[in-house]
């Protein structure tokens, strides 16, 4: 899914989750958006699509709640004036640093050449041991995204557009981080540039001298560590390095930078400037790549039941609720068939099966691989039973797997009903704080095999 459609179709569905009752996007405008969509799209059935065209409707009526919203869409689109920013100060430092040695004399050993060589092969390492490191910059946007959602006078606004926020950023965390490495690669390809240009500019206005002094090196480990350095540069220049003999005659009396220059340059060039420039342009295809592509939350198939439910029975689906080592009461059955329509639609056909009894779940996953495939399979919990890897995580995973095969569009849901272990901690007087952990127990769980549970509690009319 296109980023810019995914951020478009995240924000129309946070403030739809989170107005309820239709005072910033009233429910007749949602409906009317949805048929116009199905009726543009008549042929599409991609979920995709119709979100999309849906959103883009809507969008205007969002934007029109304030300018706030405007500027939190800005943000949240790539920082240019962030990386410009950041590689502008890197080609003014690189530039300071052809200084560092003083006005008129430039050290064939010194940090400016040494320091900015070693630094990016440090870069490389890190690069070939964590491939896919984090970054500061989609953390830094979002502070700023968020302090942007509670400008809103409107708290209901300002609920939705914190909860977009969130959404946006874990489902475009893989931008953020391609962003960061091309900024950092541009970035340091310019600090090389600024050196090199620092460089011939004092070449070219003044006469500048070079030397090298050392506490511990002599001349012949000079000439050996600058073949090491200057090396390649040498080859590709066709600028010969100097002896141990005139090295020891430079080191007492100085010489003309130029030929070092040419080295530094071609050093800087070979060993920063190329690799960078072509680590920022790969960075760059895989962005494109990824801006064109973006994974769609697993939720957004929730989210386009709920919003084409009345649009012409587009979104109608066949729900098959499986209980697994949990036998509903009656009553929480009837809580379930309330809440489904809420949690995934309005227009639902429910088969509710018998319970599974615990240690059977290849039966169940047999049972589900030669069934008809419903729209939406889900996997009934107690929150009062610990989720077990070879039970509850191979029921998880394989109806996972089941409902992926074969470009299924089934969908996988996983509901924990949290009613009888709270039940159960009431009556024998227990601290809230075990609920608490073993829901973060559930969803952790179940987020490692690539699901997400719900929890929710059947033992009452609303969770």
Do not use: C
Not at 233 to 251: C, F, K, N, Q, R
């Amino acid at each position: 899914m296109r980023a810019d459609d995914l951020r478009t179709v995240l924000l129309v569905k946070a403030v739809e989750d989170i107005d309820r009752a239709g005072t910033l996007l009233p429910h007749a405008d949602r409906v009317a958006a949805a048929r116009a969509a199905r009726r543009e799209h008549s042929q599409a059935s991609a979920i995709e699509v119709l979100l999309t065209a849906r959103a883009t409707r809507l969008l205007p009526r969002v934007l029109d709640r304030g300018p706030v919203v405007a500027w939190l869409l800005s943000i949240t689109r790539e920082p240019r004036w962030i990386a410009a920013a950041f590689i502008a100060v890197s080609f003014a430092a690189g530039f300071g640093l052809s200084a560092l040695e003083g006005t008129r004399s430039i050290n064939i050993l010194g940090f400016p050449l040494l320091g900015l060589v070693l630094w990016n092969v440090a870069v490389y390492a890190l690069m070939l041991a964590r491939p896919s490191s984090g970054s500061w910059l989609a953390p830094a946007v979002m502070r700023l995204a968020r302090r942007a959602a509670r400008r809103s006078h409107e708290r209901v606004l300002s609920d939705a557009l914190l909860e977009f926020v969130g959404e946006w950023f874990q489902a475009a965390a893989a931008l953020y981080r391609l962003r960061f490495a091309r900024m950092l690669h541009v970035a340091a390809v310019a600090l090389a540039l600024g050196l090199i240009g620092g460089l011939y500019l004092r070449g070219l206005v003044l006469e500048y001298r070079a030397g090298w002094t050392s506490t511990f090196l002599d001349a012949a480990q000079v000439r050996a560590l600058l073949s090491v350095i200057y090396g390649p540069a040498s080859l590709v220049t066709g600028v010969p390095i100097p002896d141990a003999a005139e090295l020891e005659s430079i080191g007492l009396r100085g010489e003309n930078a130029a030929r070092w220059i040419h080295l530094m340059a071609g050093t800087v060039t070979l060993l920063v400037v190329i690799p960078r420039a072509l680590l920022a342009a790969a960075a760059g295809v895989a962005l494109r790549r990824h801006n064109r592509e973006l994974p769609a939350p697993m939720r957004l198939k929730d989210y386009f039941r709920r919003a084409f439910s009345h649009s012409d029975g587009v979104g109608r689906a066949k729900v098959r609720v499986l209980p697994y080592a949990y036998e509903p009461s009656p009553q929480a059955a009837e809580r379930l068939r309330e809440r489904l329509p809420e949690l995934l639609g309005a227009e639902l056909a429910v088969e509710a099966e018998a319970a599974t009894p615990y240690g059977e779940e290849d039966a169940l996953l047999a049972q589900i691989e030669v069934s008809a495939r419903p729209d939406v399979l889900v996997l009934l919990f107690s929150l009062a039973a610990t989720p077990e890897d070879e039970n509850h995580g191979a029921l998880i995973a394989g109806a996972r797997d089941l409902a992926a095969r074969g470009g299924s569009n089934t969908e996988l849901v996983v509901l924990v009903d949290e009613a009888p272990y709270a039940a159960r901690l009431a009556a024998q007087g227990a601290a809230s704080e075990r609920l608490v952990e073993r829901r973060a127990l559930w969803e952790s769980f179940a987020r490692a095999r690539g699901v997400e549970a719900r929890l929710l509690d059947l033992g009452s009319r609303r969770a």
